[in-house]
């Protein structure tokens, strides 16, 4: 009622949730009806290629033209930095960047990225929320689409990018910079996902890594039998 009011009243346009899901959207939308006020107009989540959920839970279906028809919003794109390969993907290559700060065994080294952090990632309170894009798991999933970006010819972040700009549930992406060439890089990438999509044989190759482990930032890397004896 709230949000309707303020649509009347021209102090916003429109309104929508962050980190919600198809109940919440679903949920906002049947009230909004009940009272006769506008419905949210987009929802925000997590979503990269690293993070698939919204097409498991339902949200990228209930925010589609078909049913509540919100634009949606996807942030972390890039992972908080990771997927751009600039804090290293635990390959153990000896030109690998440095890891982030948080993350850093040398203290010393640790403490100068904390003093010139190249993102978010060198910084103590977002390196330690954001630790989720740097489990094993998750390591092991970039490293694996890295080496499919450099078979086809891109960079790890124009994968990244080009992969959530071509997916149908995402209307936009939010991208952050920490220097102009990345600004260029991303704003390339974007112009040639509006170009093409990406070959689909390398998308078919992203959906089989993806299926291996559908939500490596919150599982284990390893894998073992449940059975005994084994």
Request: proline residues 4%.
């Amino acid at each position: 009622e709230a949000m309707g009011l303020l649509v009347k009243e021209g102090k916003i346009r429109g309104y929508g949730a962050c980190n919600d899901n198809a109940v919440g959207l679903m949920g906002m939308a049947a009230a909004a009806r009940e009272l006769g006020v506008p419905g949210p107009c987009c929802m925000q989540n997590d979503y990269s290629i690293l993070n698939r959920r919204i097409e498991e839970n339902g949200l990228s279906e209930a925010s589609s033209p078909a049913l509540e028809n919100a634009g949606f919003m996807a942030y972390n794109v890039l992972a908080g930095g990771m997927l751009t390969g600039k804090y290293g993907l635990g390959t153990g290559a000896e030109d690998e960047p440095l890891p982030a700060a948080v993350d850093d065994a040398d203290v010393e080294r640790a403490r100068q990225s904390l003093r010139n952090p190249r993102g978010r990632m060198d910084m103590r309170g977002w390196g330690l929320t954001l630790i989720r894009y740097r489990t094993q798991a998750a390591r092991q999933a970039m490293a694996t689409y890295a080496k499919l970006a450099k078979q086809y010819g891109l960079s790890l972040t124009e994968l990244a990018l080009r992969f959530a700009a071509g997916r149908p549930a995402v209307t936009t992406s939010l991208v952050a910079h920490t220097s102009v060439e990345q600004l260029e890089e991303c704003l390339e990438a974007f112009r040639r996902a509006a170009a093409e999509p990406l070959d689909a044989r390398l998308r078919w190759e992203i959906d089989r890594v993806h299926l291996q482990n559908r939500l490596p930032l919150f599982a284990n890397a390893r894998t073992e039998s449940l059975r005994r004896n084994e």
